[in-house]
């Protein structure tokens, strides 16, 4: 039951930081800055759990190797669902 809290954790930490910029597509207007600030509890307690489970080496391999994940697809999860943002910018 640890590993599927930590990825959870993980994962809405990645998507605070993406949906708190200003250049995401999901949505028209970025969520504030200090969402990516408040990204930062559930990340430290992601790898926290992570490092628990898996050891320190393995435990922030798989933290940094997740956040990359969501942040490489995340924008083209936008594109693909045809969200209004990367409507705009095309034209």
Known sequence: MILPTALILTVAAALLVYLGSPRQNWLRIAWPRWTQ???LVPLLAGAALWCREAGVGAGLFAVMTCIMLI???APYV???LGHPST???RR
């Open 71 to 73: 942040w490489v697809l």
């Open 37 to 39: 600030a408040a990204a």
């Open 78 to 80: 936008g594109w693909w």
């Open 87 to 89: 409507q705009e910018r």
